[in-house]
């Protein structure tokens, strides 16, 4: 009897033992798993999926907590991987989550996944452990009414934007980046892009990239702007030549020609025949015969250089605006090319302060005659800077300069906002019927110089497969607004932002603006004709009156 009972005591023992080494075994490890996607949902939603179990029980599921930009950052939310999937089972995952606004801002976020095991073993970081990078991308649209342009064939333009990144180039501060041109070609790369950015150059003349906002080397070649080259097959992600500009100060390169000597900045481009011809501001010393030591007194002049390929740039050593006093500034060009005139806007500075926009109209693209400036009216004062888009430039009855100017806001805010000419003298500033052109993100932010990519020519490139409907980029300088010393926040702390914009061309011949003209249109004009005065139905050309005229245009446009 006391063997059998010392024989059972011995046997439960080990069977007591192997229970507790296993239970000891089983529950020994961290959830695993990985986050496979962050899709975003809406302008302030994103879709995270992936799996997530417990190697110690895989019949159960676990909890997953959800974080944007780690631990330290904003909890998101929980959920329950129990999901259906061909490679893991019931471990699958995905779920919807708000983003708060202050991630909403154009810049790059991580999200983290946290597995909770079910048993109290330590919560492990799902794959990638670093995080799951994503940028939101917010959007705005908006119709913006034209009548008041008297534009027989444009009455209404749909906007749609995008807002995808507040520093698409840019080095470290202190070095900025700011004014640009942007190129819409045919051929890859598609766009091209030359900005103006300031740097500090290093012995081999090269932008030296700041450590902590200070530069690691001695100044090699002076603290100053310069202009740089840009590419993209896309618009959206840049491939910048950051380090070494395509156009230097004069004083870099032993230029003779004494306006040279000093920044160059705000650059636009057309091109005439087989040659880009680049205008930029550059400042200048306003008796243009004095060197650096003794010069006090500086004003701005505009300048060009001459490229075959937008990256070698041939100076002119000239100035191209003449008969200028001396003691008067002409700033921030702006050209566009018309016919076989090229139309050059800038600001006007005299020894009383800024007098307004204007504009100088010449056949010969190096010589521009001061003493015929005309002045602009309307609000083109919210168009300093910017890249004027043209559609329908070979149609003087409906042509149309298009800029993304800005208006202020709050404080020192400065929003976005689309300005608009059909003569390029008076312009119009329009905010949509809505205002909603622009996404709520870039209007909370601090904006200056922005610009919309366009051919050679600044003309928007219409899309072959849709009708009335143009597809670009744009960019803008984004600053933070915060002074510097004595003088208010400016583009001395902006990077190269940059998102999408396109422009559908509202058919006036759509009567009912239904998306297209066909026989409800037809009955609304023949009801109609004849008919005289302001704002009727079936008035397309805006002459006052229901005619023959109009009644052609919609049988022209029937079925579009």
């Known amino acids: 009897m006391k063997k059998n009972l010392k024989l059972f005591t011995t046997i439960l023992f080990v069977i007591l033992s192997f229970q507790i080494a296993a239970k000891t075994t089983v529950h020994a490890a961290s959830p695993v798993g990985f986050i496979d996607a962050v899709t975003q949902v809406s302008d302030n939603t994103i879709k995270?999926?992936?799996?997530?179990?417990?190697?110690?029980?895989?019949?159960?599921?676990?909890?997953?907590?959800?974080?944007?930009?780690?631990?330290?950052?904003?909890?998101l939310g929980a959920l329950t991987a129990d999901l259906a999937r061909s490679d893991v089972g019931e471990h699958g995952f995905e779920q919807t989550f708000t983003v708060p606004s202050t991630y909403i801002d154009g810049q790059p976020h991580a999200i983290y996944a946290f597995g909770i095991d079910n048993n109290g073993d330590p919560t492990s970081i799902l794959n990638p452990t670093t995080g799951f990078a994503f940028q939101m991308v917010t959007s705005g649209q908006d119709t913006v009414d034209l009548t008041e342009l008297n534009l027989p064939l444009l009455k209404s333009i749909t906007?749609?934007?995008?807002?995808?990144?507040?520093?698409?180039?840019?080095?470290?501060?202190?070095?900025?980046?700011?004014?640009?041109?942007?190129?819409?070609?045919?051929?890859?790369?598609?766009?091209?892009?030359?900005?103006?950015?300031?740097?500090?150059?290093?012995?081999?003349?090269?932008?030296?990239?700041?450590?902590?906002?200070?530069?690691?080397?001695?100044?090699?070649?002076?603290?100053?702007?310069?202009?740089?080259?840009?590419?993209?097959?896309?618009?959206?992600?840049?491939?910048?030549?950051?380090?070494?500009?395509?156009?230097?100060?004069?004083?870099?390169?032993?230029?003779?020609?004494?306006?040279?000597?000093?920044?160059?900045?705000?650059?636009?481009?057309?091109?005439?025949?087989?040659?880009?011809?680049?205008?930029?501001?550059?400042?200048?010393?306003?008796?243009?015969?004095?060197?650096?030591?003794?010069?006090?007194?500086?004003?701005?002049?505009?300048?060009?250089?001459?490229?075959?390929?937008?990256?070698?740039?041939?100076?002119?050593?000239?100035?191209?605006?003449?008969?200028?006093?001396?003691?008067?500034?002409?700033?921030?060009?702006?050209?566009?090319?018309?016919?076989?005139?090229?139309?050059?806007?800038?600001?006007?500075?005299?020894?009383?302060?800024?007098?307004g926009i204007y504009l100088i109209k010449s056949t010969d693209p190096t010589n521009f005659d001061f003493s015929k400036k005309i002045g602009t009216t309307g609000d083109s004062g919210n168009i300093d800077g910017s890249q004027h888009a043209l559609l329908f430039s070979n149609d003087p009855a409906n042509r149309l300069q298009i800029v993304v100017g800005y208006r202020h806001g709050a404080g020192r805010a400065r929003i976005p906002t689309l300005v608009f000419s059909h003569d390029g003298i008076n312009w119009v500033m329009k905010t949509g019927n809505n205002n909603q052109v622009f996404p709520t993100a870039l209007n909370n932010t601090f904006n200056i110089f922005c610009n919309i990519a366009t051919d050679e020519n600044s003309n928007l490139t219409p899309n072959p497969s849709q009708d009335n409907h143009y597809d670009s980029t744009y960019s803008c300088a984004t600053f933070n607004g915060v002074s510097?010393?004595?003088?208010?926040?400016?583009?001395?702390?902006?990077?190269?932002?940059?998102?999408?914009?396109?422009?559908?061309?509202?058919?006036?011949?759509?009567?009912n603006a239904d998306g297209k003209v066909d026989i409800f249109d037809y009955n609304l004009l023949v009801g109609n004709f004849g008919k005289t005065g302001s704002n009727i139905v079936g008035d397309i050309d805006n002459n006052g009156k229901v005619d023959i005229f109009d009644y052609n245009i919609l049988v022209g446009n029937f079925g579009k």
């Open 159 to 355: 906007v749609k934007t995008t807002y995808n990144n507040s520093n698409a180039i840019g080095l470290p501060a202190p070095n900025y980046e700011y004014s640009a041109h942007i190129i819409k070609e045919t051929n890859s790369p598609y766009y091209k892009m030359i900005y103006g950015g300031r740097c500090y150059l290093d012995n081999n003349k090269k932008c030296q990239i700041p450590v902590n906002g200070s530069w690691p080397q001695p100044n090699g070649g002076g603290d100053g702007d310069h202009l740089k080259y840009a590419q993209s097959s896309d618009g959206i992600i840049w491939n910048a030549q950051e380090l070494t500009p395509v156009v230097y100060q004069g004083q870099e390169e032993s230029n003779p020609f004494v306006p040279e000597k000093q920044n160059r900045m705000d650059p636009t481009i057309i091109k005439w025949g087989n040659l880009y011809y680049m205008y930029y501001q550059l400042q200048i010393d306003a008796s243009n015969g004095c060197t650096d030591a003794t010069c006090d007194s500086f004003t701005d002049s505009i300048t060009y250089v001459t490229s075959p390929d937008l990256k070698a740039w041939t100076k002119s050593n000239r100035l191209i605006v003449l008969n200028k006093p001396k003691t008067e500034a002409v700033v921030h060009p702006k050209a566009v090319k018309i016919g076989n005139e090229v139309w050059l806007y800038f600001g006007w500075i005299d020894t009383t302060g800024w007098k």
């Open 484 to 511: 510097r010393d004595s003088s208010p926040g400016n583009v001395w702390d902006s990077d190269l932002s940059i998102g999408t914009i396109s422009f559908t061309i509202i058919n006036p011949a759509d009567l």
């Open 48 to 75: 995270v999926s992936g799996w997530a179990e417990d190697p110690d029980d895989l019949n159960l599921p676990i909890r997953v907590h959800i974080y944007i930009d780690g631990t330290s950052g904003t909890p």
